[in-house]
């Protein structure tokens, strides 16, 4: 699909698909767009959104959406096709919403260029400090595994917070060998390695040892977002 046939823009940012057959797509600069398998549907600045540059969206476990994206509020609960733009602890401007996730316990977390924030009775809260990261951390994504919550920053590699010991671990270029700290991505694989991309390759951790793919090694581009 292209604009040539139904899609309101070429350029996206991200895809969901939820518990009811829809498809989502997150539009740089158009929106929200819903695909029903007929055709797209476009959510945008008549349902409430400001900048529509969509950089995150989020069904959770109660099946409600919730969307990121630029702006002073970038937060949103998006139900019966509006957006309601979520208020910030100390009105803090957070510039961007990178990724929305969910702990085991049911905590809905937000990464964002200014730190690590948390939906709490109607508002969201700084829990940087919480998980043992700084206050005004860059985090470009959340990993959530079975034993605690790996963060992705962009330019201080990752961190672990060990659920269990509530102690947080700092793995970068220099502790650990990292191929980069420009980390855009992280996620656990089905046999527990964890994948960081990163502007220049990617690193495979597992069992504390860290294994590095870039050029060097044949990795067609090290640039990695995903």
């Not at 899609?7 to 929106?31: C, F, M, Q, R, S």
């Not at 767009?33 to 529509?52: K, V």
């Not at 920053?153 to 961190?159: A, H, I, L, R, W």
């Not at 659920?163 to 270029?173: A, F, G, L, P, R």
Request: glycine share 8%; aromatic share 14%.
């Amino acid at each position: 699909f292209t604009t040539n046939n139904g899609l309101p823009i070429n350029t996206l940012e991200v895809i969901l698909a939820d518990d009811y057959g829809n498809i989502w797509l997150g539009a740089y600069g158009k929106g929200l767009i819903r695909y029903t398998g007929d055709q797209f549907t476009q959510y945008y600045n008549n349902e409430g959104l400001t900048s529509g540059l969509v950089w995150a969206f989020y069904e959770d476990k109660n099946g409600k959406y919730w969307v990121g994206e630029s702006g002073e509020a970038p937060f949103c609960a998006f139900e019966k096709n509006k957006f309601t733009h979520i208020p910030v602890e100390k009105n803090i401007y957070l510039r961007r919403v990178q990724t929305i996730t969910e702990t085991l316990e049911g905590d809905l977390l937000v990464s964002t260029v200014r730190g690590v924030w948390q939906y709490k009775e109607g508002i969201l809260v700084n829990v940087s400090k919480k998980y043992g990261l700084p206050e005004d951390l860059h985090t470009t994504d959340i990993c959530v595994t079975q034993n605690g919550l790996w963060f992705a920053s962009y330019q201080d590699g990752v961190y672990y917070y060990n659920q269990e010991t509530k102690v947080t671990t700092w793995i970068n270029s220099k502790s650990h060998n990292l191929v980069s700290d420009l980390v855009n991505d992280i996620f656990e694989d089905s046999q527990k390695k964890i994948w960081i991309c990163t502007n220049y390759g990617i690193s495979i951790y597992e069992s504390g040892k860290i294994t590095n793919f870039s050029k060097k090694n044949s990795l067609p581009s090290e640039y990695t977002i995903s």
